[in-house]
């Protein structure tokens, strides 16, 4: 639904590909990892992620130092009670390292 919605949005893909790094990871392998990862800062940044986690996808945005910025229910995003490009540029730049 994401690819279909927002994610078909030139402008949002300009702004993705221009300010983030974009991954997916699924809520059921985060535990995994915060328990498994060889990095301790993967571990930390996936339990911090399943900690706050919305069900059934949530977006999540980092700072370039690890720090939750913000995250919103994919589900505001597909209904259009929060607009995705808007939540994008709201923390473009971000973080103690800009």
Known sequence: MLRAG???????????????VNAWVLCN???????DAADPNVRAL???AKKNYLTP????LY???GELLDHVNANA????EVSYLAFLQAH???GPEK
């Open 57 to 60: 996808v949530d977006v999540q």
């Open 77 to 80: 995003i597909l209904s259009g």
């Open 6 to 20: 927002p994610l078909s949005s030139p402008e949002v893909m300009e702004v993705l590909t221009r300010d983030y």
């Open 92 to 94: 473009r730049g971000a």
């Open 46 to 48: 996936a339990a911090l």
């Open 63 to 65: 700072s370039p130092a």
């Open 29 to 35: 392998d985060l535990k995994g990892i915060a328990e």
